[in-house]
């Protein structure tokens, strides 16, 4: 028989964490006026750092007064229902309030790539090679090597990715689109979506490292 | 920095990469170590590749660190 969890039933104390975050722990771990109190609290201090989140990636949004607050208030009213629902889970490997943080920097991430759709600049399925050359930086001036960039990146794609590897390869590096907002519009997560980039971005590399174009340890153009 | 060394960066991936879901799950936890000393990428090295080569996970990152210096609360 497995030994009883000491953290359950009130037979042993509960795990001693720092005085801040046993406190907190106590308040919403515990029934009525007390773990409402703590609700409420914890609220403003989710509020608060989702405002302040939200105007550290000003530059990520085009909108600004109440409709911002109001992005602010949901990220905060989310992250509050996720931090109750997954209070059982907190271990105490941080204080009780980085760890809340965590919920509600996710939920602006969350938040503003949703956002991103109202008004996309690119549609996320245009496949435009010539502003490839533009994403990393190359003079307009300098067109042939524009377009041999263009034409041997574009290869590598059309030989190498599937057509997965290939919808998120256009639609972050060619459109822009940001990652959490291709997330939202394809129904899938970050690490999926991480993960496929990762292998296209490996097999683009082999790829134009076998044709000559990079080499391991420096580009051949550097 | 050319064309070509900017995609050569893009392209390179490190094999410590741990991936969004396992950086986004200790997130706290390395936070927290990075706003009290320098150890954090010593202590995860997996966490720290993923940061450096995926922008979303490191705006987060770089969110809550300003959260956790931030004013008490």
Redesign the interface.
Known sequence: MAPADPTVGGIFPTPRFDPGTDQWVQMLSGAGPQREAGLARLHD?LL??AR??LQ??GGQLRITGPELDDLAYQAAADALLAIVGKLGQFRG???F???A??FV??E??AKIGRHFWSNPAVPMDAEDWERL?GQ????PA?ET??RE?ADA?RRAVDEHLTPRQRQVFVAI?LNGV???ALVTELGS???AI??TM?DA??K??AA?AANG??DDE????? | MNGWTALDRFLRTDPRDVGCAEAMELLHVYAELAAADASAAQRYPGIAAHLAACGPCGEDFDGLLAAVRGPAE
């Open positions: 201090l608060r750092i302040g989140e550290r990636r490997e941080s204080r309030t980085t760890w943080y965590k920097i996710f602006v991430s050359p990393f930086g190359l003079d300098r090597e524009r960039l990146v590096v940001p990652m959490d997560t970050r690490n991480y993960k990762f971005r490996r683009l590399r134009l174009y990079l420096t580009s051949r153009h550097s």
